[in-house]
């Protein structure tokens, strides 16, 4: 029987649905703030979701004090400092964020600075946490994500902080704004969202509340993954998409760093390539690993990727295997998108080594740089399939 552990903490508010957009007015005024700032990046203003945003705000009598669009691929202590003078220069009160990954990643840096008021943000990476709560946040996801947007951590520089005070206070899931660029970026969004979704679920510490959003992600992934690589701009499924990935997010981050997103994370540092895509070719390994290590994930893995009429025609014991092939079936579906093999990467032994030595230090990763190895090992092998 499962030890059961009701700690979880979950700080945003998620609005999601028709005219999403229109709420974030109402989310600032009960934050007490009047004049946000936007930062996003150069790709999502290409495509005009700063307009977008602009036309949501037309009737709220909420000013815009600005739009920060210097961000691209890298998430940069320089961007966060930018974006803070100009948050101070134009008197604004928030921040609202369009876009995941680096976007989401300066925005919180740039809240620090300007809720602490310093131009100093070493200091947080050095020893010295957040102390205080920090300016409204909300953040609205669009096209790719890393699957950390709705937690408690951001990556700067190649440096990673983790504090509650991260949280975004609000989440705006609009489907004006969800659609993906593409079919890979769909595909690596919804890696990332599996990745967590899991790492939920092989968590040690058992809670119902982080479990009911794992499977809510899970289970919104099962419905529409497919649908949404195959159409990538399809805002139905784009949304769906979108809602996984935030439950997932939240779930991953009330639970321990998993083996494929630590050592993903480090790859992604040391060669630049997507985290998303060292998910799909580590997860079946890593899940062979992890059931030979610890026994295979409960009954909610299959009952998530499969629905209720596939775990009630499987047999007990029978069914925590067969949710590790359901979920391993999803992986599949982002085929073609997404390369294979490590082999395929061309990256050499010593970096992956590096890799596995870097995740095996972090202080929150409750893996060896062996057991990374290993990962490594039996996915050059072929193991997990």
């Given at each position: 029987?499962?030890?059961?552990?009701?700690?979880?903490?979950?700080?945003?508010?998620?609005?999601?649905?028709?005219?999403?957009?229109?709420?974030?007015?109402?989310?600032?005024?009960?934050?007490?703030?009047?004049?946000?700032?936007?930062?996003?990046?150069?790709?999502?203003t290409?495509?005009?979701?700063?307009?977008?945003?602009?036309?949501?705000?037309?009737?709220?009598?909420?000013?815009?004090?600005?739009?920060?669009?210097?961000?691209?691929?890298?998430?940069?202590?320089s961007?966060?400092?930018?974006?803070?003078?100009?948050?101070?220069?134009?008197g604004?009160?928030?921040?609202?964020?369009?876009?995941?990954?680096?976007?989401?990643?300066?925005?919180?840096?740039?809240?620090?600075?300007?809720?602490?008021?310093?131009?100093?943000?070493?200091?947080?990476?050095?020893?010295?946490?957040p102390?205080?709560?920090?300016?409204?946040?909300?953040?609205?996801?669009?096209?790719?994500?890393?699957?950390?947007?709705?937690?408690k951590?951001?990556?700067?520089?190649?440096?990673?902080?983790?504090?509650?005070?991260?949280?975004?206070?609000?989440?705006?899931?609009d489907?004006?704004?969800?659609?993906?660029?593409?079919?890979?970026?769909?595909?690596?969004?919804?890696?990332?969202?599996?990745?967590?979704?899991?790492?939920?679920?092989?968590?040690?510490?058992?809670?119902?509340?982080?479990?009911?959003?794992?499977?809510?992600?899970?289970?919104?992934?099962?419905?529409?993954?497919?649908?949404?690589?195959?159409?990538?701009k399809?805002?139905?499924?784009?949304?769906?998409?979108?809602?996984?990935?935030?439950?997932?997010?939240?779930?991953?981050?009330?639970?321990?760093p998993?083996?494929?997103?630590?050592?993903?994370?480090?790859?992604?540092?040391?060669?630049?390539?997507?985290?998303?895509?060292?998910?799909?070719?580590?997860?079946?390994?890593?899940?062979?690993?992890?059931?030979?290590?610890?026994?295979?994930?409960?009954?909610?893995?299959?009952?998530?990727?499969?629905?209720?009429?596939?775990?009630?025609?499987?047999?007990?014991?029978?069914?925590?295997?067969?949710?590790?092939?359901?979920?391993?079936?999803?992986?599949?579906?982002?085929?073609?998108?997404?390369?294979?093999?490590?082999?395929?990467?061309?990256?050499?032994?010593?970096?992956?080594e590096?890799?596995?030595?870097?995740?095996?230090?972090?202080?929150?990763?409750?893996?060896?740089?062996?057991?990374?190895?290993?990962?490594?090992?039996?996915?050059?092998?072929?193991?997990?399939?």
């Amino acid at each position: 029987m499962q030890n059961l552990h009701y700690e979880f903490y979950s700080q945003p508010k998620i609005t999601s649905g028709a005219c999403a957009l229109e709420s974030i007015p109402t989310e600032l005024a009960s934050n007490d703030a009047h004049k946000p700032l936007v930062i996003t990046g150069r790709e999502h203003t290409r495509r005009g979701l700063d307009k977008t945003l602009i036309r949501a705000f037309a009737d709220s009598g909420c000013p815009l004090g600005g739009i920060f669009d210097e961000i691209r691929d890298y998430a940069g202590i320089s961007l966060a400092r930018q974006a803070a003078v100009l948050f101070a220069e134009r008197g604004c009160d928030a921040i609202v964020a369009v876009g995941g990954g680096p976007v989401a990643d300066v925005a919180r840096a740039a809240n620090l600075l300007v809720s602490h008021d310093t131009q100093d943000l070493f200091q947080f990476f050095n020893g010295s946490p957040p102390g205080k709560r920090l300016k409204p946040f909300i953040h609205i996801p669009a096209c790719c994500t890393n699957g950390s947007e709705s937690g408690k951590t951001i990556t700067v520089d190649n440096r990673r902080l983790t504090s509650n005070f991260l949280y975004p206070d609000a989440i705006i899931l609009d489907k004006r704004m969800t659609a993906a660029c593409t079919r890979r970026c769909a595909a690596q969004s919804a890696l990332t969202t599996m990745d967590n979704a899991v790492t939920a679920f092989l968590d040690g510490e058992h809670s119902p509340m982080k479990d009911a959003f794992a499977h809510a992600g899970v289970g919104f992934a099962a419905a529409s993954l497919k649908k949404a690589i195959k159409r990538p701009k399809n805002r139905k499924h784009s949304l769906a998409m979108a809602n996984a990935g935030v439950m997932a997010g939240i779930a991953a981050a009330n639970a321990a760093p998993g083996v494929v997103r630590g050592l993903a994370e480090e790859l992604e540092k040391i060669t630049g390539i997507a985290r998303g895509v060292f998910i799909r070719i580590f997860t079946p390994a890593a899940l062979a690993w992890m059931t030979q290590k610890t026994g295979p994930p409960g009954d909610d893995l299959l009952l998530a990727a499969g629905g209720m009429a596939v775990y009630a025609k499987t047999p007990e014991q029978q069914r925590p295997q067969k949710g590790v092939e359901m979920f391993l079936a999803l992986l599949d579906e982002t085929r073609g998108q997404i390369p294979e093999t490590l082999s395929s990467l061309h990256i050499p032994a010593y970096r992956l080594e590096k890799a596995c030595v870097h995740a095996g230090s972090r202080k929150d990763f409750p893996f060896s740089p062996q057991d990374c190895l290993e990962i490594i090992k039996q996915t050059q092998k072929g193991g997990g399939r």
